[in-house]
Each structure stands twice: as structure tokens, then as C-alpha cells.
């Protein structure tokens, strides 16, 4: 089953606004990482944060982590057309060597 | 970071042939993972490619229909064997481990006609 849930499913917001996308998990982990994808390709790598740490940016990107809640939420600042992507949340979890990836959010940039 | 070059990029297929999927990498890694994204879903991990012994796989995976081979440390193939249209997805390798950013390949997109 999947470890990451993100929420919304979809999300369309014109340029400029901010874009929040939120993860839930289930299992206890040591980081979390957020990842890009554009039009089926690969993915892009983001921001990691670990499980000791409430909060990181990296330039309009900022994500928080709340181990207490098993949640974590990317914010994407002043969108722009080229964030348009999917955006998926990963978690390491106990057992595995790879990551479990969450669903997705689709985030669509109005121009 | 790692530069990943994963071939084909795309292919269409017949029902029940097999597509090995290439993955190398400009520097030598220890971990390369092969993931499976069914149309608009997620990332499913398959297998975890080992240098030097049989992949490990995870659950609802078998060797006999996702066979992993890598030979060093740079290279590693995926085949997806006795295809049906159910197979139908985007296969991706990636490197790195779990406490540091994954890599990913640009990904095959296979279609099982």
C-alpha cells in the first residue's frame, strides 16, 4: 500500500498564486523528499527534509514536516506556467530500500 | 549527481514478447532501483538491482516476469517478460539511497498492443 498520500488529487491555480500540496504517511520515517514530475518523465528531485526537522525552503519552494501528524506540505510561491507538473511526496520506510512514492498532485498553472 | 541514460525511451509491443529496458549511469553506485508508473498513478518499486547477487523484489514482483541483471557497478537491465497490455506503463531507474535524493532515468514508456 502506499505510504504517501498527498492531497488535492488535482490543483489549477492561476500565475502567481501560491500552490499548497499536502502528504500524509502512515509509518514512522527518517526523511521525507518531495519530487517533480513533468509529461511522464522522470523525476526531478526537490527538497528533502528529515524527520528532526519542522522546516526547509529552497528558493520558492518550502516544505514543513510534522512528525507528530505524519504530514507534510509543499508550497510552491509565486507560481509560474512552468511549474505546471506533478508533484509527488516519498518516504523512506522500514524494510525497504527504495522509497515509497504517494499518488501525486497534479498542479496546473493558469497563465 | 548521477547522470542516468535508461533506453529505450519508448516501445510498442506484442502480447507475450519481452522488453529489456538499459539503464547506465556516468558514475559507479551501489543501490539502482527500477520503478513501474501505471497511467496517472504512482511509483511502484519493483526491484532493488544488486551488484554481484540476484535482485531483491518487492512484494508483487517475481524475478520470473521482471528479471534484473547487473553486471557492475555503472549498468543494470529490466525486462518485463511474457508482455500483456496489463504491462502497459512508464518503467524508471534510479540510483541513489534513501537518505539522499534519488536520481531517475527519463523513463520507457512501454505500450502492449
Known amino acids: 500500500s502506499q505510504q504517501g498520500e498527498e492531497d488535492p488529487q488535482a490543483l489549477s491555480i492561476q500565475e502567481g498564486e501560491n500552490a499548497t500540496m499536502n502528504c500524509s504517511y502512515k509509518?514512522?520515517?527518517?526523511?521525507l523528499q518531495w519530487y517533480r514530475q513533468n509529461s511522464g518523465r522522470g523525476l526531478v528531485h526537490l527538497i528533502l527534509?528529515?524527520?528532526?526537522?519542522r522546516e526547509k525552503h529552497s528558493g520558492r519552494l518550502r516544505v514543513t514536516l510534522d512528525t507528530s501528524k505524519k504530514s507534510s506540505s509543499l508550497l510552491i510561491t509565486a507560481s509560474r506556467a512552468a511549474d505546471t507538473a506533478s508533484y509527488f511526496c516519498?518516504?523512506?520506510?522500514?524494510?525497504?530500500?527504495?522509497?515509497?512514492f504517494g499518488k501525486g498532485t497534479h498542479l496546473i498553472i493558469q497563465p | 549527481s548521477a547522470v542516468i541514460s535508461q533506453k529505450p525511451s519508448r516501445d510498442i509491443c506484442q502480447r507475450g514478447t519481452s522488453l529489456t529496458i538499459q539503464c547506465q549511469v556516468d558514475?559507479?553506485?551501489?543501490?539502482m532501483f527500477w520503478y513501474r508508473q501505471q497511467p496517472g498513478q504512482s511509483l511502484t518499486l519493483i526491484a532493488t538491482?544488486?551488484?554481484?547477487?540476484?535482485?531483491?523484489?518487492e512484494s508483487g514482483f517475481v524475478i520470473d516476469k521482471f528479471p534484473i541483471s547487473r553486471p557492475n557497478l555503472t549498468f543494470s537491465t529490466l525486462t518485463v517478460s511474457n508482455l500483456s497490455p496489463e504491462d502497459s506503463s512508464i518503467y524508471l531507474c534510479?540510483?541513489?539511497?534513501?537518505?539522499?535524493?534519488?536520481?531517475f532515468g527519463n523513463g520507457t514508456r512501454l505500450t502492449v498492443t
Open positions: 534510479s540510483v541513489g539511497t534513501v537518505n539522499s535524493p534519488l536520481h
Open positions: 509509518t514512522s520515517i527518517n526523511n
Open positions: 527534509i528529515r524527520s528532526n526537522e
Open positions: 516519498a518516504t523512506d520506510s522500514s524494510g525497504a530500500d527504495g522509497l515509497t
Open positions: 558514475s559507479q553506485v551501489t543501490m
Open positions: 538491482a544488486n551488484q554481484g547477487s540476484e535482485a531483491t523484489y
